[in-house]
């Protein structure tokens, strides 16, 4: 591979440029070279455990050491340094005790009005105490489940740790999603605690929380809940249920910051974290503590090239996997400052982001292409919030998470805010992984525009066929992950035969994880670009949407709905859009009558999931295409969705005509 010339930037085409790692970023770098790097890989090779043994001691606080690294006995359970004990929370905060990390600050929290507090490592630790001892006053036990339903706040992050502390599993529940979704959570994970605000303030919006949680228990089967604890965000008043709910102040009082981290095994389950599968319910992926702390920590050193004074900003929420190990768990652990951000990209206006990097100096950037892509449309609309308007010279390296980069949005990202100085490294991976998996490094990957380049050392991705065979560079397929890894997914809470099934499939041998994603390898240089899922998920705006989930939203409108299918399609700004075909009990509705039930049914299905899950178009039909035996054809309406004239072969359709009539887009 070789540089691109100065000056011949130009093309669209922009797949088969290469962008090397930056001379000076490779000297200082904790990979400074693809050498180094292949030399990790090889070490990962010729001793896959001694060199996961190696970095688990190198990253790891163990107050009981490990001595098996891998127990493959009962695959897919695989586990990870089974006998050693540790306590994650003491891995992000009592170990920087006593070290020039103990007086840094961890967190540099800029709320959505523009307000900035800091807090130091030993300040964090203390109210992290403070809390964990509230919650053991509340009679939460190690193995505990407590749902945390929380605003991007410090008291946010403070919450999670506490439960890490203490040996409780936390389930972070999205603040955007509905009084449904937390009530599904809660009887799932047999949460005994749900810790929420009274409000959380987004883009100069006040929005609810507290009475959310409310609803959630109103709708029954939450008997296992005992408490539910409410930070103050805001001065408005909320509804006490006496007996059941305590501010933080009241939990807080009297509580001593001191609070002994309770050692766990390894595989003690850490969190769990709800995430879209393909059929109507969502799946609580279960973490371990040992394996997903050494990852975090590793990744914020191999993918970030994290050095101690770097300024780390992940924009995620902590309602996401992204969140859990790049903001309430990595950082930490890395002994990191970072900025958590309350807000929202576009308030008070689309250069909040901008601003926010040259006010604190943020070294290492990591968003979203979907964020990337709204701010790139907003600056070409309005100069003043062209990122020119900043200064962004403290950047170094930059981030992309959740989906695909489109090279458009990645070559405006490496101009404009890296200023054609720093890497972007596209990190792909998922709930499941834990942490990054496929992703360049920094100070050594050879950058392509749209490609997350290569594996991390010690994690074997392959493309194979429908028999799990590995098929040759330069032909797509499907994207496993042939050898276990020490953050991986443990189980589904509570479904360990789902969990079996939706990700080591009988026909691959029943022990190679399957990832849900197409993917393609480039014929020469190896690299791995994703062509995104081939289960029956959505990725809007990086979130992920189950099409069944949505489906089983739009159906329970039993008033109104007979049928429902939900199919994804391209969008320049959100990656894919939602479109839903509906067949109604009543007539098929047309022009103002048509337009009014859809914006009945959008908000029917903010309601039961989130507004996120919103379908963006929706359309009416007398009936659905199907097959004679009665199956929905769906790859027909994923055409129409698209706007594509349909090229399949209908013959199978018991109803051709309804292709006329969902097309016709009134
Ligand atoms: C799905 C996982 C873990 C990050 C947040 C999303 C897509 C994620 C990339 C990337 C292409 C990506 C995949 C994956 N995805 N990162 N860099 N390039 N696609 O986590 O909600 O579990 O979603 O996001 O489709 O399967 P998630």
Redesign the pocket.
Known sequence: MTAPAQGTIESVLVENRVFPPPASLSATARVGSMEAYQALCAEAESDFEGFWANRAREHVQWTKPFTEVLDQSTPPFFKWFQDGELNVSANCLDKHIGTPVENKNAIIFEADDGQVSQITYRELLDRVGAFANALKAQGVQKGDRVLIYMPMTVEGIVAMQACARIGATHSVVFGGFSAKAVNERVIDAGAVLIITANFQMRGGKELPLKAIVDDALAMGGCDTVKKVLVYERTQTAWNKVEGRDLSFGEALAGQSKDCAPVPVNAEHPLFILY??GSTGKPKG?QHASGGYILWAKMTMEWTFDLQSNDVFWCT?DIG???GH?YIAYGPLAAGATQVVFEGVPTFPNAGRFWQMIERHRVSIFYT??TAIRSLIKAADSDDKVHPRNWDLSSLRILG??????NPEAWMWYYRNIGGERCPIV????????G?HV??PLPGATPLVPGS?TLPLPGIVAQIVDETGKELPNGTGGILVISKPWPSMIRTIWNDPERFKKAYFPEEMGGSIYL???GAVRDAKTGYFR?T??IDD?L?VS???MGTMEIESALVSKTDLVAEAAVVGRPDDMTGEAICAFVVLKRSRPTGEEAKQIAKELRDWVAKEIGPIAKPKDIRFGDNLPKTRSGKIMRRLLRSIAKGEAITQDTSTLENPAILDQLSDTH
């Not at 992309?400 to 980069?405: A, K, L, R």
């Not at 596209?426 to 992984?433: A, K, L, P, S, V």
């Open positions: 995430t879209s992926v995620a996401w996997i992204t190990t979203a292409p992309s998470v959740g989906e695909p980069i596209d990190t792909f991976w998922q709930t499941e992984n942490g496929i992703t997350c990832a849900g994603d994703i995104g899922r998920v990725n990086g979130h992920r």
